[in-house]
């Protein structure tokens, strides 16, 4: 009979949990109930094309400034050859074992869209991208993984922060990790774009 009655009690916490609201009060890891959006918010906190971005023509280690925002790219470079799948003149090429980090921190992110491609130069796999974010650039969580197809698509996530040890409040840094392998010969075979990236926080 206890059990029954613990199973009662459980099950009618459970349905108090999900009852919450579509947006964060406080959150605090589903302690509040969070439930992530089921779309993407209008509020967008940064967004690139890369169009206005500065030039970063080599895979070397480096940086590329967008307006007041810096990234930090490793195997990634700003291309714009016909092979590279992009709107607009320009869009990031990355391969393995590479990551293109937004090396400033938002707080308050709902959710990331992007797009991206197997960009279109001969000989070369299409590998895959994961989505990370991070409190301090060590530790990073992939909310999304994907293996680019022929075309550029869009892609979006909207982060469950029930899954995570901070809370909405978190300051968060993204970054896209290319994921691929290597030829007989030691060489990096991916060639990934990524375009018209966003950032977008919770409704006010
Ligand atoms: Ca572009």
Not at 115 to 124: E, L
Not at 128 to 146: C, H, M, P, R, Y
Request: with cysteine; charged share 20%; hydrophobic share 40%.
């Amino acid at each position: 009979m206890k059990k029954i009655w613990l199973g009662f009690t459980f099950s009618f916490l459970l349905v108090l949990i999900s009852c919450g609201g579509q947006t964060p009060d406080n959150g605090d890891n589903g302690e509040n109930g969070f439930v992530p959006d089921e779309e993407l918010s209008g509020n967008i906190v940064y967004q690139t094309g890369f169009e206005d971005a500065a030039a970063k023509n080599s895979y070397a280690l480096g940086t590329m400034d967008d307006g007041d925002i810096e990234w930090e790219l490793d195997q990634v470079l700003k291309g714009n050859l016909d092979g590279d799948l992009k709107t607009g003149s320009y869009a990031l090429r990355g391969r393995y074992p590479g990551h293109a980090l937004i090396n400033e921190s938002f707080t308050g992110i709902q959710g990331i869209a992007f797009d991206a491609a197997h960009a279109n130069f001969a000989g070369t796999g299409s590998g895959n991208l994961v989505v990370q974010i991070s409190v301090d650039k060590e530790t990073w969580i992939g909310v999304l993984a994907l293996s680019p197809q022929n075309q550029l698509s869009r892609h979006e996530v909207i982060l469950d922060y029930n899954l995570f040890d901070f809370d909405v409040d978190a300051r968060l840094y993204v970054r896209f990790l290319f994921g691929g392998g290597e030829d007989a010969n030691g060489d990096n075979t991916t060639r990934i774009n990524i375009d018209n990236v966003e950032i977008h926080g919770f409704e006010d």
